[in-house]
């Protein structure tokens, strides 16, 4: 008995006593935003304190109140009433609340809040529901209506981008890769090919999301033509994609002066693939000494031992990994600062593990075009949070043409031998 009295207390819609402090914050939010609301008016008011009529008067005074209002709060929703003011006499900055701009019914942390929720893997059907539970039972305005509308929104907002003048942009370094959803309706999978690349200043960019057929060399190639007819003229430095041929393909015939960087975390499982699994501990250590090392001539010793190792048990896993060898070795010949960044498709890895989240949690998206505007509006919030490359300073040199052996630039290499 006392154990079930116990999980009865902890419902909050039937034990509402309990749980105050809900009601504390909403209460305290609602007053915060009255005096806020108070200060506003007042500033308005202290500001054109002196129009005024013949007599003295002032011709700009408080007008009582406008009709209460439900506005939907990150501390659930408020009741509240705008103070009004009679300004008729002003013919510009005229009296308007920047707080609670007119017909406003949701704030915009809210309104953030609701894409966040369906890209997360709140299902469109359960949308009521889950902000009932995050917000109170009284809430407006939020159905599976609007997240239809807001759909909507997202493809005008990818068209919109999907178009944007690229005329003088310079990027240093290209990252590229497919990355392949299940689509419901489809009954087979999708691909999504993507391009992040990063700035002059050294900031990560979101610069291309397509659908894809698979990763083939077309498919590449049109996203990279559309990049050139939209002013993307100068090809990046270095690209780092897997080892798909349809990108290098593409690359070759689009952009041939840009370097090939394979990803090791690529490779390192192919690789591994064709290795026993008992094998595949000391392989891994291995293949990590090459990529570490800390010269080109180290990183080709440590390949040379891996190929000693196994080729004669394992041809293939040796084969797979001297196949790219020279593509695989471009980063040392940028700064060292800038190896950790271009040695994997990480950018692109890390930024979808959200969208495989999603997919995984729905079963799947509806369509291939619902499945696009998803990847579209995460990988676009998750730019918010990309971090800049280290030793961005760097970056310059590079886009100069500027030597670098090892990761270090080459003039300071022969001022130390001068020393």
């Not at 108070?38 to 002196?50: A, G, K, M, T």
């Amino acid at each position: 008995m006392r154990k079930n009295a116990r999980i009865e207390s902890l419902n909050p819609e039937e034990n509402s006593s309990h749980f105050p402090l809900d009601e504390i914050i909403k209460k305290g939010a609602k007053r915060m935003l009255e005096q806020a609301l108070e200060i506003e008016v007042d500033s308005f008011l202290e500001r054109h304190q002196y129009v005024l009529d013949d007599q003295g008067r002032r011709l700009v005074v408080r007008n009582g109140y406008a009709r209460q209002r439900k506005i939907v709060t990150g501390a659930g929703q408020l009741e509240v009433q705008t103070p009004r003011v009679d300004d008729r006499v002003l013919k510009e900055d005229r009296f308007k609340s920047s707080l609670i701009p007119p017909y406003l019914r949701r704030s915009k942390k809210i309104d953030d809040l609701i894409p966040w929720l369906y890209l997360k893997g709140i299902s469109t059907g359960d949308f009521t529901e889950t902000l009932q539970s995050l917000l109170g039972k009284d809430v407006i305005g939020h159905s599976p209506e609007q997240i239809v509308r807001l759909k909507s929104v997202w493809q005008t907002e990818y068209d919109t981008w999907n178009k944007r003048d690229l005329s003088g942009q310079r990027y240093v370094y290209w990252w590229a890769d497919g990355i392949y959803f299940k689509v419901r309706l489809d009954g087979e999978k999708q691909c999504i090919l993507v391009i992040i690349a990063a700035r002059e200043d050294g900031t990560k960019e979101l610069l291309a999301v397509e659908d894809g057929f698979r990763e083939s060399k077309e498919s590449w190639r049109s996203i990279l033509r559309d990049l050139k007819r939209r002013g993307l003229t100068l090809p990046p430095k270095l690209a780092t994609g897997d080892g798909a041929l349809g990108f290098w393909s593409a690359m070759e015939e689009e952009f041939s002066d840009t370097l090939h960087q394979l990803c090791w975390v690529h490779k390192t499982a192919n690789v591994l693939d064709k290795l026993p699994k008992s094998l595949q501990p000391r392989a891994k250590s291995m293949i990590h000494d090459i990529y570490m090392a800390p010269t080109k001539k180290d990183a080709n010793v440590a390949f040379d031992v891996f190929i000693e190792e196994f080729e004669a048990k394992y041809p293939k896993a040796v084969a797979s990994l001297r196949e790219n060898r020279e593509d695989l070795m471009s980063f040392y010949d940028f700064p060292a600062e800038h190896w950790p960044h271009l040695r994997t498709t990480n950018p692109i890895e890390s930024t979808f593990a959200t969208v495989r989240l999603r997919t995984k949690k729905t079963k799947g998206c509806g369509s291939r075009a619902a499945t696009l505007m998803m990847v579209f509006k995460l990988a676009t919030s998750a730019q918010k949070r990309w971090k800049r490359l280290k030793g961005f300073e760097k970056i310059e040199a590079v886009l100069n043409n500027v030597p670098f052996k090892d990761g270090i630039e080459m003039k300071k290499e022969v001022e130390l031998v001068q020393v």
